[in-house]
């Protein structure tokens, strides 16, 4: 059985560079992110283990959306015209943040993006029970990271595991737990 | 130089989209590349380059050259400083 360990959400309309120095602060590599980067890896620290940076292959990284990379494509396409930005290309990949995360915490486990017409609880649990399908992967940091503009977003996260005291996670507590 | 240094910060953040960065959170001496210092990657190095040509008039015809030249902002203000053509 799979079990809820940790849950963390940003609210719409928090100061994420504010966020940032009051609770990271020593990776300047945030900065360079566009703001769905920003929201998942700041996810992935609210809901990080002690002790920090141990690399494991035993944790995947799922992250869902509606818009991929939507936001920052749009940026990108604005430097097109003059000199386009590739510090602004890099982030025109939906799949950047699973790797932001990735790197950041070491975990070294299976990573994946998926980009979805809508929110479904029902695949969205489906396709975690899923990763979990090999013999290595014993936790998986799963997010809904739908960043349609800057000020626009939806985002939250889970640390699921296998075993543990947590809730079941299925779709009934997904549903309760977002919408504490 | 000081007055040149904070330019090129100010310069650095708005080509690097460092949004939400200030000058205060760049070291004069912090390495621009590797995770010790500002955690920029080879793909920035190509924004750098820009910046020097358009903002200073500086060509940077060498590769190797750039591994010199963006050490750190202090250094890429002393080589501006010698450089510039504008």
Known sequence: MLTIKRFASIPCGTDLTALYRATVGDYPKFFKMDTACKLGFLLAEQLADEPRFTPREDRAVLMFSTCGSLCNDRHYEETVREFPSPSLFVYTLPNIITGEIAIRNKYEGETSAYVMERFDPETFVALVEQAFQDSVTASALCGWVDCRADDDYTAFAFLVERGGNGKEFNVDNLYGTVNQ | ?86
């Open chain 2, 1 to 86: 130089m000081e007055q040149l240094i904070n330019e090129i910060k100010l310069k650095l953040i708005d080509a690097l989209n460092l949004d939400g960065m200030t000058p205060a959170d760049i070291d004069d001496h912090a390495p621009l590349f590797g995770d010790e210092g500002l955690g920029l990657d080879s793909i920035d190095v190509l924004e750098l380059i820009v910046l020097l040509e358009r903002n200073y008039g500086i060509r940077l015809a060498n590769p190797q050259e750039g591994k010199k030249v963006f050490q750190s902002v202090a250094v890429m203000a002393d080589y501006v400083a010698a450089n510039r053509t504008k």
